[in-house]
């Protein structure tokens, strides 16, 4: 059995690796339609993989510039090995002792521990960063942005979840318009074109 360190490491890489799932699927159906009820009716909820062999076909018949194709690629590319390094530890067969794991079909053991699935949660969390600002890159090309003095705000594709970091907190209200800014300060929230910041939001910026 891991020690307690790891194991918080291994959770927090499951949540940050559902977001991803999440943000991912939100960029696919912005690409399919305005409406996530119709775009959930096209194309159903497809899994990680059928999402990523979506987007650029779909960005394509939107007609979304090259740079966007390309930066839309370059999410496509990071998501998945983010991912396929959350599989290789969670999806593989733990050793009763050693803390090990043998990777399906790899053929080879490694060592597990909260340094190296520390490692792993930040390509998840890198990935989340990337998707998140190919949504907003794709809302902005399909003109669904709505300017204002404080800059763009952008619609609620969330639900009851708001645009957040991958580590999500759960005193962040949702707001009918968000997206998250990382800056070397922390993390603030945008909402109908004002501006909170993360000590407004009661979110700790570490």
Do not use: K
């Not at 890198?126 to 404080?150: P, S």
């Not at 603030?188 to 909170?196: A, D, K, L, N």
Request: aromatic share 4%; net charge negative; hydrophobic share 45%.
């Amino acid at each position: 059995m891991p020690d307690d360190e790891t194991l918080m490491e291994l959770g927090r890489m499951a949540v940050a690796a559902a977001e991803l799932e999440s943000l991912l699927r939100t960029l696919v159906y912005e690409l399919v339609s305005d409406s996530p009820e119709v775009s959930a009716t096209a194309i159903g909820n497809p899994g990680f993989a059928r999402m990523l062999e979506l987007v650029e076909p779909l960005a394509r018949a939107q007609g979304l510039p090259a740079a966007a194709v390309e930066l839309l690629l370059s999410a496509v590319s990071g998501s998945a090995e983010a991912m396929r390094g959350r599989n290789e530890i969670l999806h593989s067969r733990w050793a009763s002792e050693n803390v090990q794991v043998r990777g399906r079909g790899i053929g080879f053991h490694m060592e597990v521990s909260a340094e190296n699935v520390r490692v792993a949660l930040l390509r998840v969390q890198n990935a989340c960063r990337l998707v998140r600002h190919c949504w907003e890159e794709v809302v902005l090309a399909l003109g669904r942005a709505e300017a204002g003095e404080g800059g763009f705000s952008f619609p609620d594709r969330w639900g009851s979840q708001v645009v957040r970091p991958a580590r999500p907190d759960p005193h962040v209200a949702p707001v009918a318009y968000a997206r998250a800014n990382f800056t070397g300060e922390g993390i603030s929230i945008v909402t109908g074109g004002h501006r909170r910041t993360a000590e407004e939001q009661g979110v700790d910026a570490d």
